[in-house]
């Protein structure tokens, strides 16, 4: 086999998309809580599934078969020694990075200027930090939890395979 490390990329990125696992779990002080992944979402508020998640995953399970049918396509030329690059398993994980950034300047800035209520949102990205809003003399304080499943952690393996693939490829160039 002329790419073994791109094989191996493909085959351990289909194992992670076929997981019908959450990657990665957000709550906000027990009200609103969901686990997610590139692939499904479940959104609990109050304890009660939202519509809107069923809705989502119609949508997410299409990319999901998307990603599936690009995977093995991959492996399929791999196999026969041909050479097809399909990064989108080295950037989902990435983004699970890039996220709790946005979401920071989202509740900082957006909800912040457009309610014109002082919100004081730490950058999170792994771990637990309080949510303060102030209003009206009062105080409000959630307590913001963000932790990647043991999934997502298996899901940058195809992201590191990637990586020496691409890095070895341009040492033969």
Do not use: C
């Given at each position: 086999?002329?790419?073994?490390?791109?094989?191996?990329?493909?085959?351990?990125?289909?194992i992670?998309?076929?997981i019908?696992?959450?990657?990665?779990?957000?709550?906000?002080?027990?009200?609103?809580?969901?686990?997610?992944?590139?692939?499904?979402?479940?959104?609990?508020?109050?304890?009660?599934?939202?519509?809107?998640?069923?809705?989502?995953?119609i949508?997410?399970?299409?990319?999901?078969?998307?990603?599936?049918?690009?995977?093995?396509?991959?492996?399929?030329?791999?196999?026969?020694?041909?050479?097809?690059?399909?990064?989108?398993?080295?950037?989902?994980?990435?983004?699970?990075?890039?996220?709790?950034?946005?979401i920071?300047?989202?509740?900082?800035?957006?909800?912040?200027?457009?309610?014109?209520?002082?919100?004081?949102?730490?950058?999170?990205?792994?771990?637990?930090?309080?949510?303060?809003?102030?209003?009206?003399?009062?105080?409000?304080?959630?307590?913001?939890?963000?932790?990647?499943?043991?999934?997502?952690?298996?899901?940058?393996?195809?992201?590191?395979?990637?990586?020496?693939?691409?890095?070895?490829?341009?040492?033969?160039?």
């Amino acid at each position: 086999m002329k790419y073994p490390i791109l094989f191996s990329y493909y085959i351990i990125s289909l194992i992670v998309v076929l997981i019908p696992l959450p990657w990665w779990y957000y709550s906000v002080g027990g009200i609103f809580q969901t686990y997610e992944s590139p692939f499904q979402i479940s959104l609990n508020f109050f304890g009660d599934s939202l519509i809107l998640g069923n809705i989502l995953n119609i949508l997410l399970n299409a990319f999901r078969i998307y990603v599936v049918v690009n995977l093995i396509y991959g492996i399929i030329l791999v196999t026969r020694n041909n050479k097809y690059r399909y990064s989108t398993m080295f950037w989902l994980p990435i983004f699970y990075f890039i996220d709790p950034i946005i979401i920071y300047f989202i509740i900082n800035y957006f909800l912040g200027l457009a309610l014109h209520i002082p919100i004081s949102y730490p950058i999170l990205i792994i771990g637990e930090e309080n949510l303060s809003v102030t209003s009206q003399g009062a105080n409000i304080r959630m307590l913001i939890i963000s932790e990647p499943t043991i999934l997502f952690w298996v899901s940058l393996i195809p992201t590191i395979l990637y990586v020496l693939f691409l890095t070895i490829e341009r040492k033969k160039n």
